[in-house]
């Protein structure tokens, strides 16, 4: 009688020595090399489906990931909240997404997970600053001599190891089996196409995935399902300030645009809606921007339309009684560590030789960016202007305060923003400024992004 072999095969499992009736579910008939094969994901659900059949005669080859003893080195004892997100993943047989605000203890969650799993286990994360961050902290965390790194040059795979979302799915059909645990930071980019076909190429039977904001503008939460399991847990920012994150309160400022700035918006909001009326297209609709996007592009009028666009948006985004707030906040708070927040680079450079501020973008070198995040934290500068790359995976416990100059309608983004500020500090009051330009675009906008229950 043939004995009945599960292998790993970039990515995907290969099922010989059964019968149809015999192989899973998830198990289909693969000609081509006579054997049955499944994805990744489905090995748990597989093997224990196999190992009720066979038992010992299972000869399992699919899985090259192992015991690890891992015992966390911190002193520190997890707050209740953090006790119940661990049980609720238990709970949800160690799979499941965990949602904590910035600032309240997600990373010591997932460090808690590892050691209680304790199977060799790959963190995923969106950015090289973040898979530092996570190399350090897990060094420390757990007092090991090595941890992996795979990503920003280095191929370096350890029983316990840190990479990008990016290298996570390069990687997938060498690294697929070589880890029992996911933990999946920020993972609300998980459910890109991308990234969630790249995660049913892993067999880790067991999967965390951390985030503040599960929430997409695509509504692919069910994607979060497959890869890593359904949200198991979550606290809002509400329940946790003032006891784990800072105290705050956010405002709305209103600036008005100066004639010259009302009538150049005027001009150009009313040929781009003239466009939109005459073409039919809806921008609220599924799709809508897309639409708008490929119609433009076909005639003088539809690219004179989509210029207009964004020009309004220009206008509001950057008028001049926005530089004047900006000047009077950071009087106010001189002494508070501060962020300004804009939606592109030319205004950040703008704001940075205005007042005298460092700047970060996308195109800030590593070392840089670090000095200057050193520098804010230590006092050396009290403020710095950035676009979206600060959105998500810096710790500035110093921050204290935000000023929103400009930004998208996801509700992500302006969370994530607040977030930055939150991480608690003695005696800390945090302050989020949301500056608008009145009658524009930009109030539809701000309704949008403050459709989250920190706001309310």
Not at 68 to 91: C, G, I, K, M, S
Not at 105 to 131: C, H, N, Q, W, Y
Request: charge should be neutral; include cysteine; charged fraction near 25%.
């Amino acid at each position: 009688m043939e004995t009945p072999t599960l292998e790993f095969d970039r990515g995907t499992l290969l099922l010989r020595g059964v019968s149809a009736d015999q192989a899973p579910e998830a198990f289909v008939d693969d000609p081509r090399v006579d054997a049955f094969r499944a994805p990744g994901f489905t090995y748990r659900d597989g093997f224990a489906e196999l190992h009720r059949q066979f038992g010992t005669r299972l000869n399992d080859t699919a899985r090259d990931y192992h015991e690890v003893e891992l015992t966390v080195r911190d002193n520190r004892r997890p707050f209740e909240h953090q006790r119940e997100a661990l049980r609720a993943w238990h709970a949800g047989g160690r799979r499941g997404v965990v949602v904590l605000p910035t600032g309240s203890g997600k990373t010591f969650v997932a460090e808690l997970a590892m050691a209680k799993v304790g199977r060799s286990s790959l963190i995923v994360v969106p950015t090289l600053d973040l898979m530092n961050q996570w190399y350090s902290r897990l060094l420390t965390a757990f007092r090991l001599d090595e941890v992996g790194l795979v990503g920003g040059g280095y191929y370096d795979v350890k029983p316990v190891t840190v990479t990008t979302y990016d290298s996570f799915s390069l990687q997938a059909e060498q690294l697929g089996n070589r880890f029992g645990l996911l933990v999946f930071d920020e993972c609300h980019h998980l459910p890109s196409t991308t990234y969630s076909a790249a995660a049913e190429c892993y067999i880790a039977p067991f999967r965390l995935g951390l985030t503040a904001t599960p929430e997409r503008q695509d509504e692919l939460l069910s994607i979060y399902e497959g890869p890593v399991g359904p949200i198991v847990y979550r606290a809002e920012i509400k329940e946790l300030a003032g006891s784990h994150l800072s105290e705050y309160e956010t405002r709305t400022i209103q600036v008005e645009l100066n004639k010259e700035e009302r009538e150049r918006y005027t001009t150009a909001r009313e040929t781009y809606l003239g466009f939109l009326r005459q073409s039919g297209v809806r921008l609220g609709g599924r799709g809508g921007w897309s639409q708008f996007i490929a119609m433009a592009s076909r005639t003088r009028w539809g690219r004179k339309a989509l210029a207009a666009y964004r020009e309004q948006k220009r206008i509001a985004l950057t008028c001049q009684e926005k530089m004047r707030v900006v000047e009077l906040l950071l009087a106010r708070h001189q002494t508070d560590r501060t962020i300004i927040f804009t939606s592109d680079n030319e205004t950040v450079y703008q704001l940075s030789q205005h007042f005298l501020v460092p700047a970060i973008t996308h195109q800030t070198r590593i070392k840089e960016r670090q000095d200057i995040l050193d520098g804010l934290k230590s006092g050396r500068f009290r403020a710095v202007a950035t676009s979206k790359v600060l959105n998500e995976g810096v710790d500035i416990p110093s921050a204290s305060v935000a000023i929103v100059l400009s930004g998208s309608g996801s509700v992500r983004e302006h969370v994530q923003r607040l977030g930055r500020i939150l991480r608690r500090q003695e005696g800390k009051q945090a302050t989020l400024y949301e500056v608008l330009a009145s009658d524009t675009m930009e109030s539809s906008v701000s309704e949008r992004r403050r459709d989250h229950d920190a706001y309310r």
